[in-house]
């Protein structure tokens, strides 16, 4: 390995005051510690580690510290790179929301504290004293005197680094705050669905790689910690690649997990084996290795933005029909029936134990959801198709804002006996441009039909694989032909006979004031729903005047800024605002008897 090479890789060390050690090495007091896997951990004058880099050199991630006025060194920026080759980055308490108080009309205001400040947080949160105080420090619960108080909520927050640097740095997502030169607990990532793919692998490999300095002369148990609590199957499964779970009772620790009010009592400890990457730029991968056996391989030019997992030893691919096999002739990336071939490099250590598997694909992919085309996407389109929410005071994208008025209307529609009933019992059904919220609108039943018109293809091919994922998880595969993607077309809306017992519609914000479209989406409605039926509508307020007109009988509306899932996103993100227009609306095209009168 040569060490100049891997200093002066273009994407090894990017932060301005890392660039003294690619010049002068030594001098500037680096040392390097080689792992097991063959793997380097350079670590800079102040003892802290700056670059981990696999056995030929490839970054894998990179820090920046600062000295503490105080003393010792914290963590100033981190940028991990992703298998697919993006790069994000971690900005510790990159997102801070203030809150101000007036406490001056409270009977004794004088005599309150800190704590009884952090006790009503508690209260409100649901949580307890303890972990309230573990989160708001003392400088960030500040009392001026006046009856005035300042909270501070403080984040760590994740960026994608377009460039693999921070100069044109987007905001994609957070979690809580963590001390990263004392790794003292495991967090989980908000606003998940923003995380593109690879990303909490990454940063617990970062996390773990951090734990692993900190704790040479003997391993400090963790827990999970957060305000609130998100524990979930999927935090289980990528905490337990990195650290291993235990429990006190007899209970699995999965289940205690699980559990909101004890999963703080899960012990988590350094697993002995976990996952490490591979980067080969020669080929555009990366393998991920486990116990000498690959675990799954992502390769960079893949336009359908999906890794290859090992195929388990029953021989059938996992749920999208992709698997990777090693063999004597090299690594087989398998794609339902195609097959492409790759060499197999010798610093992956790969144990001549990881033998064989026969594969047995399935015969249809995810692909046959488009029977007209594909979408036509660069790999990365398909890799990053995220929504990512902004940070600062700016209207919320388009596709971003489906997301809470479906989530809304899905939870709505479930309170509602007659209309859940409705719904359950439609067999065709529509869902128009509503595809970056599309998860929350789909119902999985043998007997119905989803047509889906579509304008974003990258993320109908996300929803197509996860149709596929989750019907092949259910073992009901045979279904997947009763869901159609097809890309919009304006004449639609007038050439299409078929009648549906249920729509969804997301009407463009670019609609809105053309009142020559508001009109043809109501006739469309008014057209294609059948007698009795229901529509779930995205729109503007002036919706209503075209609505009545059509004889379109109005269930329930709501504006878009009073519904609770955008509610609870300011929470985490305050300053975003949705389109004052947008209006979430339940309708029906009356038939005797059904539906008399609205909902609350």
């Given amino acids: ?58 970054p894998l991630h990179e820090c920046l510290w600062e000295q503490k006025p105080s003393g010792g060194f914290s963590l100033a920026s981190a940028r991990l790179r992703l298998d697919w080759g993006q790069w994000v980055g971690i900005k510790p308490e990159g997102l801070v929301n203030t809150i101000s108080l007036d406490l001056s009309r409270r009977q004794g205001w004088e005599r309150i504290t800190q704590d009884d400040l952090r006790q009503m947080a508690a209260r409100s949160l649901n949580s307890d004293l303890a972990m309230v105080r573990f989160f708001y420090r003392d400088e960030d619960v500040v009392l001026h005197g006046d009856g005035q108080a300042t909270i501070r909520q403080v984040k760590d927050a994740f960026y994608v680094l377009p460039n693999g640097s921070f100069e044109e740095a987007k905001f994609m997502s957070c979690m809580s705050r963590m001390e990263w030169s004392r790794i003292d607990y495991l967090p989980v990532v908000e606003l998940f669905l923003s995380l593109l793919p690879g990303t909490g692998s990454a940063t617990f490999e970062f996390i773990r790689g951090l734990y692993d300095d900190q704790n040479i002369n003997g391993a400090l148990p963790l827990h999970y910690s957060g305000i609130p609590v998100y524990p979930s199957e999927a935090a289980f499964r990528l905490f337990s690649l990195f650290f291993t779970p235990s429990v006190s009772s007899r209970q699995s620790p999965l289940e205690v997990f699980l559990d909101v009010e004890r999963s703080h009592e899960v012990h988590w400890l350094p697993a002995s084996a976990f996952p490490v990457r591979y980067m080969d730029e020669e080929q555009h991968l990366c393998v991920t290795v486990r116990n000498q056996m690959v675990q799954k391989v992502t390769w960079w030019d893949d336009p359908s933005g999906l890794s290859f997992n090992r195929i388990p030893e029953s021989g059938l691919p996992v749920s999208d029909n992709r698997g990777v096999e090693v063999t004597t002739e090299g690594l087989w990336l398998i794609d339902g029936r195609e097959r492409k071939k790759l060499t197999i490099r010798p610093s992956w250590q790969l144990s001549k134990l990881n033998h064989s598997v026969s594969c047995q694909p399935l015969e249809g992919t995810w692909r046959d959801a488009f029977p007209m085309r594909m979408p036509l996407l660069t790999p990365v389109e398909a890799f990053s198709s995220v929504l990512l929410y902004p940070q600062k005071s700016e209207m919320i994208g388009e596709q971003e804002s489906q997301p809470f008025v479906f989530d809304f209307l899905d939870d709505f529609l479930e309170e509602h006996q007659d209309l859940f009933r409705a719904r359950s019992n439609a067999t065709e059904v529509l869902l128009s441009l509503c595809e970056a919220g599309l998860g929350s609108c789909l119902q999985y039943q043998e007997f119905q039909i989803h047509t889906v018109w579509y304008k974003w293809p990258h993320f109908a091919q996300k929803h197509a694989q996860s149709i596929w994922n989750r019907l092949s998880r259910m073992d009901r595969l045979a279904w997947f032909p009763n869901f159609q993607f097809l890309p919009f077309e304006r004449h639609m809306l007038e050439t299409l006979p078929t009648r549906y017992d249920w729509i969804f519609l997301w009407i463009p914000f670019s609609d809105y004031s053309n009142h020559t479209m508001i009109d043809s989406w109501v006739k469309f409605l008014k057209t294609s729903l059948s007698e009795g039926s229901v529509g779930c509508v995205a729109g503007p307020p002036v919706l209503e005047g075209y609505l009545r007109s059509q004889g379109l009988q109005i269930l329930h509306s709501a504006a878009g800024s009073t519904l609770p899932p955008f509610r609870i996103h300011q929470t985490i993100l305050p300053h975003g605002w949705l389109n004052p227009e947008l209006t979430a609306w339940i309708i029906h095209n009356p038939a005797p008897n059904l539906f008399q009168g609205s909902l609350p």
């Fill in 1 to 58: 390995m040569n060490l100049q090479s891997i200093l002066d890789h273009p994407q090894a060390l990017r932060f301005s005051a890392n660039q003294i050690y690619r010049q002068e090495w030594k001098s500037a007091g680096g040392q390097i510690i080689e792992q097991t896997t063959g793997h380097c951990v350079f670590y800079g004058k102040h003892g802290q580690r700056i670059l981990l880099v696999d056995p030929d050199g490839n």
